[in-house]
């Protein structure tokens, strides 16, 4: 990983090749896009948790640029809203986010636990989706991945080690941003069929967080639902080396390419 998404130009962040996303050479991500999304967020907020973030992505995530501009709705005792709008070079809104910040109280709660396959006994691979609309280096050739055993990057439901690149070059990551480029991730590596003559695109991005990653290795546990009226689902349990931290929750849209 030798190359961050995006690199900032004033107020301006400009995305690398690791930022593009499958289907068009100009357009991000919106895995790094939601991570930058954060960033802003978290920017306006102290002394609370950022636990629970939606992204909205109505235009094409720009690679020539974008601009943040977020707003605080509130900031109360025990919870904060942020507002953060993403804007292209035309001042026009690609995608918006509404955030929750909760206030931490240490305690000794009893919590669930799940099973996590280890990082030790997973094996490198590359990145499951692989071709792309366009030919030039995306999103996918900067992750660094890790099958856990039985997996092999089939379609179907899916679990996945994946660790990746900074948002921004020369700027250390929130331990929430670490997570956002996974999080987005979850109906690529459990597609139901390949990405040949199906166009699959998310048009939003929900992360909810109750514990914040303590690795940059995080895994997805994700299944997709591709429905024939052309909507679909997919759905990610999130680990980093210890345990569960959250979950992803994408809304897709499915359109036959041929």
Known sequence: MTE????????????????????????????????????????????????????NFTRPLPMAGFRLVPELLRNGRTTAIVHVDLRDRDDRRCASAECLFITEVPNDLPSA?????????????????????HGEKMFGDFVETRFPTGEDGSPGPTSLWMRAPAIVDGEADSAFQTACPIADCGNAISRNAEFIDISCVNADLTLSMFRLPRSDWILSNSTSFWERNGIGMSHSILFDRDGPIGTALQSLVLRSMR
Do not use: M, Y
């Not at 961050?4 to 100009?26: I, M």
């Not at 691979?125 to 792309?132: A, H, I």
């Open 4 to 55: 961050a998404f995006f690199q900032r130009d004033g107020d301006w962040l400009v995305g690398n090749d690791a930022a593009r996303g499958p289907w068009a050479v100009d357009a991000c991500h919106a895995g790094p896009v939601t991570g930058a999304l954060a960033g802003s967020a978290e920017s306006v907020v102290a002394g609370k948790q950022l636990v629970r973030l939606t992204a």
């Open 113 to 133: 636990t799940l099973p996590v396959p280890p990082i030790e006994e997973s094996s490198p691979g590359r990145f499951s989706v692989t071709k792309t609309l």
